[in-house]
C-alpha cells in the first residue's frame, strides 16, 4: 500500500491517476478549444482518449499490484497526528482489465466519430461527455473505495443521461423523443443507483470503513439477514445500470413505446449502452463476488438466477421480432449481459458447495465474456451506425435489403460480429460464451446440492443462445440479402467509420484465443484471495479444454452448436428470399399473439406507464386536500402527525 497527502501532488503524474484524470480534465479543456476551432477540438478530443488508453496498458507493466491511498479532506486530530478522510485506487488485474477496455473502445468510437458525428450542431456538447464519460468509467473500476466508486457511477449515469438526449435540438419527434429518452434512462437507473447508496451506507455504518478490502475482510461478521440485504441492495444497482429485469426498459423498448437509450447516436450506443456503461453492473458484481461468496448467502443467489432467467428469455425474443436495427442490437445487449451476471451467479453457487475450482472457471468466464461482448458488439452498433449513415438516418430493416454489394467494406465486419454473437468458431464469442455454459456445466457434472440450479441456468443458455444466432442471422439477411429496395439511396461511409470497423474485425477474430493470457492475468488475483490456492492453477487449464475440446467439454459445447445451428438456419430459410413477414405466423392465431407480446416487450414499459397513470391519479386527489387555508393545513399537518405516533405506539 502506498500513501500519498492531498498536498503531495505528485501522484497525479502517476499512471494509475492520469488514466481517469486526463479525459476529465480534457472533457472541459474541449469545450474551451471548441470555442475557437472545431477541428483541433475534435483531435485533442481523440488524442486525451487515447492517452487514456495508453496510460491504461501501462498499468499491465506493474511488476506487482497495490492499493494507492490518497489523504484528502482533514477530517481532525488523533493524538498527535493530523488525520484524514481517505480515499483510494486499486490497481489488481480486474480493475487494469476493466480500464483497458473501456479506455480502448473509447478511443476507437472517438476515432469513429470523427467522421459519424462531423456535421453534428452541438459536437462540443457531444465530446464533452463523451470524454467525461470515459474518464468516470475508469474511475469507477480503479476505485479502492465507496467514495470513489460511486462517484464514477454517478459521473457515467450523467453522461448516459445527456449523451442519450443528444439530438434534443432536433425537430420534433426527434427531439422530443430525445428528452423523454434521456429522462426515462435516469429515472430508471436513479432507482439502481438510490439502492446501491443504501447497500454501500449499510456497509459504511455497520463496519466502519469504506474501503473495498476492508469490507471483504468485515463482511462476514454482520448478521446473515444484513449480509442478503446488503448483496440485494447492491444488485439492484447492478441490475439498474445492466438493465435486467424488471430494468430493461430504459435500454431498449418496443417501437409502440420508442422512448429508449437508442435514441442517442450510433456511436454512443456502441460505447455506454453496449461496451462499457452496462458491464459496470457486471464489474460490480464481480468486484464484490469474492465480498458475498464467502458469506454464503444461498437466498442471495436464488433471487439472482430468476432475474437472469427472466432476463434472457423477454430479450432474447423481443430482439427476434424487433425491426429497428439498433433496437435489435439493444435488446441482444441486454440478453447478453444476462450471460455474464448467470457466470457470476454459478461461481456463487459453486462457492456455497465448496467447488472453487468450478466458481473460478464462472468468475473467469463472466470476465472473458465482458471482453468478447464489449468487442464485437461495439463492432455490431459501429457496423449498423454506418449502415443508419449511408442510408440517411433509415433504421428499419423492413426497408433494406441486398446492400452487401453497395457496403461490402461492412458487411464484411458485419458478418464476423454475427458469428460472433451467435457463439460460432473461432470468433471470441465462442469461447467465452462456452466458457460461462461450460462452468454450468461442470456444476451440474459435480452433483452438488446446486446441481438442479446449474442444470436450469445451462438449458436456459442453450436455448438463449439458440435465439441469438436466430435473431443475429435475421437481422443479417435482412439488411444485406435479398433485393434493395428502389427507393434506397446508399453513400459510401467516411474512412475513419470503415478503418474502426475493420480493426474491430480483427480484434473479434483474435481475441478468442487469449483466453490463457487473460486467465493469466488473472491468475495474480490469488494475492488478493486466498480461498483457494490452487484454484487459478486449475482455471488455466479449464480455457485450455474449451480452445480444444475434450470428452469432458464436448458434450455442453455439442448442445450449444446444436441450437446455434437450428437458430441460424431457421432464419436463413424463414427470410433468404427477402420475404419481410412470415406467412405461417400470420395464419396461427397463438404465433401471431406471441409474436405480438414479445414485440411489445412483454409490455413491461405497458405496465410501468400504467403504474405512472395510478400514482398521478391518487397525487391529483391529494392536491384536492390543499385548500390554501392556513388553518386547515395546519389541522391536516398535525393529523398527519398524530397518526404517525400512533401508527409507532402500537407496532
Known amino acids: ?27 472541459f479543456l474541449s469545450v474551451i478549444i471548441g470555442r475557437f476551432h472545431t477541428t483541433v477540438r475534435t483531435i485533442f478530443s481523440v488524442i486525451i482518449t487515447g492517452l487514456s488508453f495508453v496510460f491504461a496498458l501501462l498499468l499491465l507493466l506493474q511488476t506487482t499490484w497495490d ?19 481517505d480515499t483510494s485506487i486499486v490497481i489488481d488485474p480486474l480493475a487494469t482489465f476493466m480500464a483497458i477496455i473501456a479506455s480502448g473502445l473509447g478511443f476507437l468510437i472517438a476515432l469513429f466519430s470523427i467522421d459519424y458525428m462531423k456535421d453534428d450542431e452541438a459536437l462540443n456538447r457531444y465530446w464533452f461527455f463523451l470524454q467525461l464519460f470515459v474518464g468516470g468509467m475508469v474511475l469507477l473500476v480503479l476505485a479502492g473505495d465507496l467514495i470513489f ?89 447492478a441490475v439498474g445500470k445492466s438493465a435486467q429485469f424488471p430494468l430493461i426498459t430504459w435500454l431498449s423498448s ?60 423477454i430479450t432474447a425474443s423481443s430482439a427476434l421480432v424487433s425491426t429497428d436495427i439498433k ?96 457463439g460460432i468458431p473461432p470468433f471470441n464469442g465462442y469461447f467465452s460464451k462456452e466458457s460461462v455454459l461450460g462452468a454450468a456445466w461442470e456444476l451440474f457434472q459435480a452433483g452438488h446440492t446446486m446441481a438442479p440450479i446449474a442444470l436450469t441456468l445451462f438449458i436456459l443458455g442453450v436455448i438463449t443462445a439458440g435465439l441469438t444466432a436466430a435473431y443475429s442471422f435475421r437481422l443479417y439477411i435482412m439488411v444485406f440479402m435479398g433485393n434493395k429496395p428502389k427507393t434506397l439511396e446508399v453513400h459510401k461511409p467516411g474512412p475513419f467509420m470503415t478503418s474502426v470497423v475493420v480493426v474491430l474485425a480483427g480484434f473479434t477474430v483474435i481475441t478468442g484465443f487469449l483466453a490463457p493470457m487473460v486467465t493469466l492475468l488473472f491468475d495474480q488475483m490469488q494475492t488478493y484471495f486466498s480461498i483457494s490456492n490452487s484454484a487459478f492453477f486449475h482455471a488455466f487449464s479449464h480455457y485450455e479444454l474449451v480452445l480444444l475440446p475434450t470428452i469432458e467439454t464436448i458434450v455442453p459445447t455439442f448442445f450449444t452448436l446444436s441450437c446455434v445451428t437450428i437458430g441460424a438456419l431457421a432464419s436463413y430459410i424463414l427470410y433468404r428470399d427477402g420475404s419481410k413477414e412470415i406467412l405461417f405466423i400470420k395464419k396461427n392465431v397463438y404465433l401471431q399473439s406471441l409474436q405480438t407480446l414479445t414485440a411489445e416487450g412483454f409490455y413491461i414499459d405497458h405496465f410501468f406507464q400504467w403504474c405512472q397513470n395510478i400514482i398521478m391519479k391518487v397525487f391529483w386527489w391529494l392536491r384536492k386536500l390543499q385548500t390554501g387555508d392556513l388553518n386547515y393545513n395546519f389541522s391536516l399537518i398535525g393529523l398527519v402527525i398524530l397518526a404517525v405516533m400512533l401508527i409507532f405506539l402500537f407496532f
Open 254 to 313: 418496443p417501437g409502440s413505446v420508442d422512448i429508449d437509450a437508442m435514441q442517442g447516436p450510433t456511436t454512443v450506443s456502441a460505447l455506454i449502452h453496449a461496451a462499457t456503461m452496462v458491464k459496470a453492473g457486471v464489474y460490480l458484481m464481480s468486484r464484490f463476488f469474492f465480498v458475498f461468496a464467502a458469506a454464503k448467502i444461498e437466498t442471495f443467489y436464488a433471487i439472482m438466477a430468476f432475474i437472469i432467467a427472466i432476463t434472457a428469455i
Open 67 to 85: 492499493e494507492y491511498v490518497i489523504h484528502f479532506v482533514p477530517k481532525g486530530i488523533t493524538g498527535s497526528t493530523l488525520s484524514y478522510f
Open 149 to 237: 466508486l460511486y462517484t464514477g457511477w454517478k459521473i457515467v449515469g450523467v453522461c448516459s443521461y445527456f449523451l442519450i438526449g443528444h439530438y434534443f435540438h432536433k425537430p420534433d419527434p426527434q427531439g422530443s423523443l430525445a428528452i423523454k429518452s434521456g429522462i426515462k434512462a435516469f429515472l430508471t437507473t436513479l432507482v439502481g443507483d438510490i439502492a446501491l447508496l443504501g447497500g454501500l451506507g449499510v456497509l459504511w455504518l455497520e463496519l466502519g470503513t469504506v474501503n473495498i478490502f476492508r469490507i471483504m475482510s468485515g463482511f462476514l461478521t454482520l448478521a446473515e439477514g444484513r449480509q442478503v440485504l446488503v448483496a440485494l441492495l447492491i444488485f439492484t444497482g
Open 327 to 422: 433496437r435489435v442490437l439493444a435488446y441482444s445487449t441486454v440478453s447478453q449481459l444476462s450471460y455474464m451476471f448467470l457466470a457470476i451467479c454459478i461461481a456463487g453457487l459453486s462457492f456455497l458447495d465448496l467447488d472453487y475450482n468450478v466458481g473460478y472457471h464462472a468468475f473467469l468466464g463472466a470476465q472473458f465474456h465482458v471482453l468478447s461482448h464489449a468487442i464485437f458488439k461495439a463492432l455490431l452498433f459501429l457496423s449498423a451506425g454506418a449502415i443508419i449513415h449511408s442510408l440517411h438516418d433509415e433504421r428499419n430493416i423492413k426497408k433494406m435489403g441486398g446492400l452487401f454489394h453497395e457496403l461490402k467494406v461492412i458487411a464484411i465486419p458485419m458478418l464476423i460480429g454475427v458469428l460472433a454473437l451467435s
Open 1 to 27: 500500500m502506498q500513501i500519498y497527502t492531498m498536498f503531495q501532488l505528485e501522484f497525479i503524474l502517476k499512471p494509475w491517476f492520469l488514466v481517469f484524470l486526463l479525459p476529465i480534465v480534457g472533457a
